[in-house]
């Protein structure tokens, strides 16, 4: 390896325009399997605000809501303010918070598939758990492994997708993540709706229906192949092109192999990747691997997901009526992430970020006026802009599902250079963990004190994230993962920050 030949990233060379191969349907049906990890995240957020709102459920874990809820509080916006209530939703990305930094350690030296299935294994665990829950204790003890079993999934998954597809449609294959996610919300959703009607038990069929997925995941993880860069990576090399040849459908992956080799050769000069993600030649990178999954939360889009009933209910829907519109949220969510899948490969990354944040930004605004001006702290919605405030949220949730939905995982995952790819893709999830745990824990205190307000605060954020991607984000359309790091040195801002000898000089 000659020191001309490398840089900073381990590759030199424009190559992509030698790639060989095609999209095969042994690498359609891995990533499938691959991606049912999301719909593990799905389910927990989907199941997570429908339990919350099922009498059975807050009589045996949390009574004091419950009796709040059936005298019916003056103020709307505090029905189910308890800081208890919020620890039961939040505990658990808490938990995938620190899970996600020793996923990372897994996913680099012994794997994506082994992190896969692990993650399916701490899901199952806490499914059970929940499922029989005696008491608050127990009930906390298995939303932690299902924390641990998300801060695996959201680690292996990403990556494993972006790593096994083509460059032409990484964009897509990579939001089958998004997808599937997407559909285990709706899934959840809809169980929510059936189960709410099993009182006071249908809660424990709902929680531990989890383990459905969680089987899925754990027997998919254990049929998939490992990416050909992971392979790689850990000196299975001749391993690794076999993988490639039969996930490209040719022997002619020369040049994709050689990109991936020489990535691999510098990665394992690399000892402490979290220490070198902090040079400034990644700074880039490290910026969107924390900006990208906090924006994405600041969107306000898991308020929604996490508590939509007791959103609703909150607004003075009846409590079938709040299950029935969170399912249909949960319908809109899924169908719009097939709008991302078929634009993102084509419109690129920044066209969709940039109109799904104006949209979603009048969404948020247009039902703050509403509830301001017609709901208050005290009564309900007439039926006219009960339907309109739902078919707003809606919008808002189409246009979450082609945008920050999906790319707030995809940008992250394929912009990293192999030697700090597991890394980066740490950084990634325990931001987004962080946030969602920081949002979880503080929207029904939020919603309490900020009433209406609380959409304004999101539509703010909305605002902020939408710029940010017009200065600072380089599309990635139809980019290599190993070539990525020539956007940062053209791009009008990132050129001043990247040391632009290190990628002539291997320094």
Same mark, same amino acid.
């Given at each position: 390896m000659a020191g001309?030949?490398?840089?900073?990233?381990?590759?030199?060379?424009?190559?992509?325009?030698?790639?060989?191969?095609k999209v095969t349907s042994y690498v359609i049906i891995a990533c499938i399997v691959a991606a049912t990890g999301g719909s593990l995240f799905g389910y927990d957020i989907g199941i997570s605000g429908g339990v919350t709102s099922m009498d059975g459920f807050l009589n045996h874990f949390f009574h004091g809501v419950y009796v709040k809820k059936k005298h019916a509080l003056e103020n709307n916006y505090c029905k189910f303010n308890d800081q208890g209530l919020a620890a039961f939703t939040s505990s658990l990305y808490l938990a995938g918070l620190v899970a996600s930094l020793v996923a990372?350690?897994?996913?680099?030296? =012994?794997?994506? /598939?082994?992190?896969?299935?692990?993650?399916?294994?701490?899901?199952?665990?806490? $499914?059970?758990?929940? $499922? $029989?829950?005696?008491?608050?204790?127990?009930?906390?003890?298995?939303r932690i492994m299902l924390g641990f079993g998300i801060g695996?999934?959201?680690?292996?998954?990403?990556? =494993?997708?972006?790593?096994?597809? %083509?460059?032409?449609?990484?964009?897509?294959?990579?939001?089958?993540? !998004?997808?599937? +996610?997407?559909?285990?919300?709706?899934?959840?959703?809809?169980?929510?709706?059936?189960?709410? /009607?099993?009182?006071?038990?249908?809660?424990?069929?709902?929680?531990?229906?989890?383990?459905? %997925? $969680?089987?899925?995941? +754990?027997?998919?993880?254990i049929l998939v192949p490992e990416t050909p860069s992971s392979l790689i990576e850990r000196g299975l090399t001749e391993r690794g092109r076999k993988v490639l040849e039969r996930i490209r459908g040719t022997e002619n992956v020369s040049a994709e192999y050689q990109d991936m080799v020489e990535a691999s050769e510098f990665a394992k000069s690399i000892k402490h990747p979290f220490r070198n993600i902090l040079q400034r030649r990644n700074r880039p990178q490290l910026i969107m691997?924390?900006?990208? %999954?906090?924006? !994405?939360?600041?969107?306000?889009?898991?308020?929604?997901?996490? =508590?939509?009933?007791?959103?609703? !209910?909150?607004?003075?829907?009846?409590?079938?009526?709040?299950?029935y519109s969170s399912a249909l949220t949960g319908a809109v969510l899924a169908s719009s992430t097939l709008i991302s899948i078929a634009a993102v490969d084509r419109l690129g990354r920044r066209a969709l970020l940039i109109s799904g944040g104006i949209t979603m930004i009048t969404c948020q605004v247009i039902v703050a006026i509403i509830l301001g001006i017609k709901l208050g702290t005290a009564g309900e919605l007439s039926k006219g802009y009960s339907i309109i405030v739902v078919i707003v949220i809606c919008l808002f949730v189409l246009a979450f599902g082609w945008s920050?939905?999906?790319?707030?995982?995809?940008?992250?995952?394929?912009i990293f250079p192999l030697e700090t790819r597991s890394a980066g !893709?740490?950084? +990634?999830?325990?931001?987004n963990l962080l946030f969602t745990f920081i949002i979880a824990q503080s929207f029904l205190y939020l919603l309490c004190h900020l009433k209406f307000g609380i959409f304004l605060f999101f539509a703010g954020w909305v605002t902020v994230m939408t710029i940010f991607?017009?200065?600072?984000?380089?599309?990635? /359309?139809?980019?290599?993962?190993?070539?990525?790091?020539?956007?940062w040195q053209k791009h009008w801002f990132w050129k001043r920050i990247m040391p632009q000898e290190s990628v002539i000089n291997g320094s």
């Open positions: 001309g030949s490398m840089g900073a990233v381990g590759v030199a060379k424009e190559r992509a325009k030698d790639y060989k191969g990372s350690n897994v996913t680099r030296n =012994y794997g994506r /598939k082994i992190t896969i299935i692990c993650g399916g294994l701490f899901f199952l665990v806490g $499914a059970a758990l929940n $499922a $029989a829950a005696l008491n608050l204790a127990m009930l906390l003890l298995g695996f999934g959201n680690q292996a998954v990403p990556l =494993y997708l972006s790593e096994m597809a %083509p460059t032409h449609i990484r964009g897509g294959v990579n939001m089958m993540f !998004q997808l599937a +996610t997407t559909l285990g919300i709706f899934t959840a959703n809809m169980i929510n709706y059936g189960t709410s /009607k099993l009182e006071p038990w249908g809660w424990r069929l709902s929680l531990g229906l989890a383990a459905l %997925p $969680a089987t899925l995941m +754990t027997i998919g993880g691997a924390i900006f990208m %999954p906090t924006f !994405q939360i600041l969107t306000g889009i898991n308020s929604i997901l996490f =508590y939509a009933p007791v959103l609703f !209910q909150s607004m003075g829907f009846a409590a079938n009526a709040s299950l920050w939905g999906p790319l707030g995982w995809t940008v992250p995952s394929e !893709q740490s950084i +990634t999830v325990a931001v991607v017009l200065l600072f984000l380089p599309e990635t /359309k139809n980019v290599p993962i190993e070539e990525m790091i020539l956007l």
